[in-house]
Every structure is written in C-alpha cells, then in structure tokens.
C-alpha cells in the first residue's frame, strides 16, 4: 500500500528525491467501458470551444481594452488550456493518455456568438460561459458512473468552477491570479480506487500542508499571520475528513513525524511557493475523491464542496491551476 507521503508528493511539480510514485499515475487501467458518453462530450465541448474562443479574444484584446497585464495572462493560459481540453473531448478515446490519436470524431459547428466590443462586455460573457460550464459539468458529474470517466468530469468541473469562481472574485479583471499550467498528467484510463483510498489520500495531504505550514510558522518566528489563519482552517478541514473516515467505519491515520517539502524550507522567498504546492495536493486529493464517490451520493456532493472551496487557494500563492487537476 502507498505510504502517506507517496500520496503527496506525486502531485507536486517538484523533482523530490525518493517521492513514492502518484497512486493515480500508476493505478491499474479500469476494466469495462471507458468512454463518456457522446452527448456529455459533445455539450462539453461546445462550452470549452466557446471559453476558447473568449478568452482568446480577451488575451488579444488586453491592451487596446487596457486590461490589466495579469488578466490578460491569465486569459492567454486559459485559452491554452480550453483549446486541450476541446481536443480531449472531441477525440475517439478522451481517456487515451499521451499517446491518444487526437483526430475529432465529434463535429461541432462554428461558434456563432457575437463577439465583445469591450472589456465589460468580453469579461461578463467570460463569467457566463464559466458558470454555464461549471453548471453542465456539475450534472453530469453527478450522475456519472466511478470510474476513469467521473474523473474526467471531476477534473473539468474543478478547472470551470475555479473559472467561474475568479471571475467572480475579479469582476473587473484586475488581479485573477496566477495562469493555468498544463500540470504533470492528461486523462488516462486508470482506475480511480476506492472512495476510502482517496479519503486517506486527501488525510495526508492535508498533513503535509498542516506540517508545512507549521514548520514556515515556526521559521518565520510566528510574523507569518496569514499562515497561522490558514493553519486554524486547515485544522477544521481536517477534523471533517476524519470524521467521514469514522463514519466508513475506518480509524483516520495519524500525522507523520515530518514531511520533505517541496522547496528549501530554509529559504523564506520559497515559502509561498511551497505553500500553493502543498495547496495543490490538497485540491488534487479533493478532485479524486469525487471522482471515487458514487453518483449522486452525499459523499460526492462533499467532495464537489472541497473542490469549491479549495479551487482558487493555489493561485493565491503563485501555483497556476493544471488543465487537468485531479490526474495525480
């Protein structure tokens, strides 16, 4: 079985020596049907088709509409990411991996909307499309079946809700945040494990982020607030995902003694980039355990929550959104 640590440290972009490989990643491919269904791709990648388009034309447009420079990065990043995800959809096997023929097989007309005249206009049309996405990927997640395909519908509805979530907190497009990165993985046909794995999964790295926030507290001589605020949080966060562990009928692992970091702990400019890494593990946790939750069940909807309420915490310390979160 996976040590604790394996289940962190896979996540992370960091080359770590001795990091135990991703339970994902390396997880046997599932048994049976792996292909979402054709209706679900096909809705799915018209939305993604029009994010691509907007936030395409937001990213051209930046200057002459005298957006801020971070928005329009972020909408260059976030068209990057629509179109791969558009290409994914589209394709005959979405859960094929890296070496996926990616020729569509599904045919979509020619985006009819009316462009935007102006940064008001294109940043209004941007929140719509995210909060239609969000809104489709939300349904069919909740109705798909375990299995590689919910984590596809995972990933997607993390990436849109974060989507609808910056543009909510950003309305003006002033600061939204550190641009999507393309990540570490790509849909493969894996099977996603129990919903118990992915909760002890999601325990420790919540112990991870608990350890490392701790120990840059420490390091910081107690001036870092915003961590000791963070930790209080994190420690809530905790406790539920105990509790539903109990609740399986499981005893919840106890934190290790220490945790490797990833970034040179002793080094007070790596904090905040070690932070948004130990986040993103965390988000990536959330991601998969919805996707390892039955349909329509209380547990998944608990998941979707984690997934809102942790989507847009690594971008506030400077680590991008992977395109496909949830994959390690």
């Not at 990411?81 to 045919?107: C, F, K, W, Y």
């Not at 020619?110 to 209004?124: E, I, K, R, S, Y």
Request: proline share 7%; charged share 15%; with cysteine.
């Amino acid at each position: 079985m996976p040590t604790r640590r394996s289940f962190l440290f896979a996540a992370l972009t960091f080359a770590l020596v001795g990091c135990a490989p991703s339970p994902l990643v390396n997880a046997p491919r599932a048994r049976g049907s792996l292909k979402p269904a054709t209706d679900a791709l096909r809705a799915a990648a018209l939305d993604e088709q029009a994010l691509a388009t907007l936030t395409g034309t937001i990213a051209q447009q930046g200057e002459p509409w005298r957006l801020s420079t971070a928005m329009t990065a972020w909408c260059s990043g976030a068209t990057t990411a629509h179109r791969e995800h558009l290409t994914t959809l589209v394709r005959a096997d979405p859960l094929g991996g890296v070496n996926a023929d990616d020729s569509p097989v599904i045919d979509l007309p020619a985006t009819t909307a009316v462009p935007p005249q102006d940064a008001a206009g294109a940043l209004a049309q941007l929140a719509a499309g995210y909060a239609t996405a969000a809104d489709h990927c939300r349904s069919t997640l909740m109705a798909a079946p375990t299995g590689p395909g919910s984590l596809l519908w995972a990933s997607l509805y993390c990436f849109s809700t974060a989507g609808a979530a910056t543009l909510a907190a950003h309305p003006d497009g002033t600061s939204p945040g550190t641009p999507p990165v393309a990540g570490q993985a790509v849909p493969t046909g894996i099977s996603v494990g129990s919903r118990d794995d992915r909760l002890a999964a999601l325990l420790s790295r919540i112990d991870a982020l608990r350890y490392g926030l701790e120990t840059m507290i420490g390091r910081s001589g107690g001036a870092r607030t915003d961590m000791k605020q963070r930790r209080t949080a994190v420690d809530n966060v905790r406790n539920q995902v105990a509790a539903q562990i109990t609740a399986g009928s499981a005893t919840p692992a106890g934190p290790a003694i220490d945790y490797e970091l990833p970034g040179d702990v002793t080094n007070p400019t790596s904090w905040d980039a070690i932070w948004g890494e130990l986040e993103a593990a965390v988000l990536s946790a959330w991601v998969s355990l919805a996707a390892a939750s039955d349909a329509d069940s209380d547990g998944r909807r608990s998941a979707m929550a984690g997934i809102d309420a942790q989507c847009l915490v690594p971008g506030q310390h400077g680590v991008g959104l992977a395109w496909w979160p949830g994959w390690v």
